[in-house]
């Protein structure tokens, strides 16, 4: 499975930016997908995550009420609609994707298949 994430940028506090994930290659190997950011000197945090078939979501409470995961299946795209942006978002974000066949458990801890991490910059 690939994930590819797309979509970081510079944007001002207060602003709004979409995030992209496209999978390919096995998809059939994951029914739930995250997003999972790295902020500077910072462990990395889990964000949100959805469940492909389903449509389940789950947010952590820092993004709660802003951020929106949602998905396109014939795209087998997955997007993070990030609102209301402050500093504190700033940070890599990465999709992820467990293994459907080696993890289970909603929402999902632990991830297989990763994206190569896209740069969210917000200015204050």
């Known amino acids: 499975v690939q994930l590819q994430a797309s979509g970081g940028g510079l944007v001002q506090a207060g602003g709004s930016l979409r995030l992209s994930c496209a999978a390919s290659?096995?998809?059939?190997?994951?029914?739930?997908l995250g997003w999972l950011r790295q902020a500077p000197g910072k462990e990395r945090e889990f964000v949100a995550a959805?469940?492909?078939?389903?449509?389940?979501?789950y947010y952590a409470d820092s993004v709660k009420g802003r951020f929106t995961i949602s998905r396109d299946n014939a795209k087998n795209t997955v997007y993070l609609q990030m609102n209301s942006l402050t500093p504190e978002d700033t940070a890599v974000y990465y999709c992820?994707?467990?293994?459907?066949?080696?993890?289970?458990?909603?929402?999902?801890?632990?991830?297989?298949?990763w994206g190569q991490g896209t740069l969210v910059t917000v200015s204050s």
């Open positions: 992820a994707a467990p293994d459907r066949y080696t993890r289970s458990g909603w929402p999902p801890k632990s991830f297989d298949y």
């Open positions: 290659g096995r998809t059939s190997s994951v029914v739930n």
């Open positions: 959805l469940s492909w078939s389903g449509g389940s979501t």
